[in-house]
């Protein structure tokens, strides 16, 4: 028992070290390339916003702020003017498949009833959204991935921020100091 304990509160140590990567190295890369119209930009910026509100209220752990924030998110998704993306028709197909999986995984955690299950619905959904991030861009932005790895049972799992702050969407209050900041996007 005492064992345990021991292994719990060492883990929990662990994650309040600062993030392997400083955020100043992180933005010190040269930007990458956002070559699409500026209305799917500004489409996309308004998704990643409410996507951001929504880590925010699992953070908090305010039920009605991530059901709220999940339907904007959904909304956002679904008229994500993704035909102004000027390229092949395999790839265009890939991010209408990925923006039609991330807004029926946003209708399931507006089905949900607790946070914990709407948590793991936001995992996928984070999962996808940075994909299609790394796909298009998000011209004049930097996008920050962090990770947890004591999420979900210790299998870990990863979000996306618009600043390298600590916060944790899937501890909540709990453990907001459980963040790892593994990769940065700047367009």
Same mark, same amino acid.
């Given at each position: 028992?005492?064992?345990?304990?021991?292994?719990?509160?060492?883990?929990f140590? =662990?994650?309040?070290?600062?993030?392997?990567?400083?955020?100043e190295?992180?933005?010190?890369?040269?930007?990458?390339?956002?070559?699409?119209?500026?209305?799917?930009y500004?489409?996309?910026?308004?998704?990643?916003?409410?996507?951001?509100?929504l880590?925010? #209220?699992?953070?908090?752990?305010?039920?009605?702020y991530?059901?709220?924030?999940?339907?904007?998110?959904?909304?956002?998704?679904? /008229?994500?003017?993704?035909?102004l993306?000027?390229?092949? /028709?395999?790839?265009?197909?890939?991010?209408? =498949?990925?923006?039609? /999986?991330?807004?029926?995984?946003?209708?399931?955690?507006?089905?949900?009833?607790?946070?914990?299950?709407?948590?793991? #619905?936001?995992?996928?959904? =984070?999962?996808?959204?940075y994909d299609?991030v790394?796909?298009? #861009?998000?011209?004049?932005?930097?996008?920050?991935?962090?990770?947890?790895?004591?999420a979900?049972?210790?299998?870990?799992?990863?979000?996306? =921020?618009? /600043?390298?702050?600590?916060q944790?969407?899937?501890?909540?209050? #709990?453990?907001?100091?459980?963040?790892?900041?593994?990769d940065?996007?700047?367009?």
């Amino acid at each position: 028992m005492r064992s345990a304990i021991f292994l719990v509160i060492i883990a929990f140590l =662990s994650c309040n070290e600062p993030a392997r990567q400083p955020a100043e190295q992180a933005t010190a890369q040269e930007p990458l390339k956002a070559p699409y119209a500026q209305q799917f930009y500004d489409s996309l910026q308004v998704t990643m916003d409410a996507y951001y509100d929504l880590a925010e #209220g699992l953070s908090q752990g305010n039920v009605t702020y991530v059901d709220k924030w999940s339907a904007m998110l959904k909304q956002h998704m679904d /008229s994500l003017p993704v035909q102004l993306l000027q390229v092949d /028709s395999v790839k265009l197909e890939a991010i209408r =498949s990925a923006t039609g /999986s991330i807004s029926a995984e946003l209708a399931g955690i507006l089905g949900e009833e607790t946070i914990a299950e709407k948590r793991a #619905g936001f995992n996928m959904v =984070s999962d996808m959204l940075y994909d299609i991030v790394q796909t298009t #861009g998000l011209k004049g932005q930097t996008v920050y991935r962090q990770y947890c790895p004591m999420a979900f049972d210790d299998k870990g799992a990863y979000w996306m =921020s618009r /600043s390298s702050k600590l916060q944790n969407p899937y501890f909540g209050n #709990g453990m907001l100091g459980c963040v790892e900041v593994t990769d940065s996007l700047k367009y």
